[in-house]
């Protein structure tokens, strides 16, 4: 605010929030929980987490609690934006929006999608694209400056790097789980064959299959290199 008061902070930070497992029963924000609590503690205002390329990234414990873990998050946000310098940016805001059709090439996806063990997604079918469902990534400029490209599903981290290099490491925030949790998003070139959950990776077993990430990213390119 022009008095200097915090409206609302956002973290971007490229976690797995799953530090209670599946043993816990309870709905629960697990880390985003803390860290959000935080950050409205110390700054004021709202705080909001996003996920960031997280598909591949797991919360390393170290001996923390997950409380612990949440606000320690919540330290180095706080510290960024105090030893940072602060950039003041216009005010505009761009949204760009590719919408395409996602293929669904996971055998184990289409069958719980048939039986209806898979309620969340809608999913369509024609005799020249098979199955699939209605998918799209976005792209919003603030101040023609810093850039947010959004993805449906759990993007794995060599798939966020190559998206934040198409618009600059420093000036590109890579935001997955928006308008969709599709599976995740696993790279091509770090994609493992075989039976699914047997002899195949976790995050291959519970994709929409390898050529979603090629898909995700031209795209999404398609929008960052728009003029």
């Not at 390393?60 to 602060?86: C, D, F, I, P, W």
């Amino acid at each position: 605010t022009p008095e200097g008061n915090t409206m609302a902070s956002v973290v971007v930070f490229a976690v797995h929030a799953t530090w209670q497992g599946s043993s816990n029963r309870l709905v629960s924000a697990d880390i985003p929980g803390p860290l959000v609590a935080a950050l409205e503690r110390g700054l004021g205002g709202l705080a909001m987490f996003l996920a960031g390329s997280e598909g591949d990234q797991t919360a390393q414990k170290r001996g923390l609690t997950m409380e612990q873990y949440g606000e320690a998050l919540a330290a180095a946000a706080r510290n960024a934006l105090e030893s940072g310098s602060v950039e003041i940016l216009p005010t505009s805001l761009e949204l760009r929006r590719n919408k395409f059709k996602l293929a669904v090439k996971n055998p184990l996806f289409i069958i719980g999608g048939m039986i209806g063990l898979m309620p969340e997604y809608k999913y369509y079918f024609s005799l020249c694209d098979g199955f699939y469902v209605k998918a799209e990534v976005n792209y919003i400029l603030l101040g023609n400056q810093i850039g947010i490209a959004t993805a449906p599903g759990e993007i794995c981290s060599h798939v966020g790097l190559e998206i934040k290099a198409m618009g600059g490491q420093d000036r590109t925030v890579v935001v997955g789980l928006t308008n969709g949790a599709y599976g995740y998003i696993v790279h091509e070139a770090d994609w493992r064959c075989g039976i699914p959950f047997i002899t195949m990776g976790y995050e291959e077993s519970a994709s929409m299959g390898r050529h979603t990430a090629p898909l995700i990213r031209e795209n999404l390119r398609a929008l960052i290199l728009a003029r």
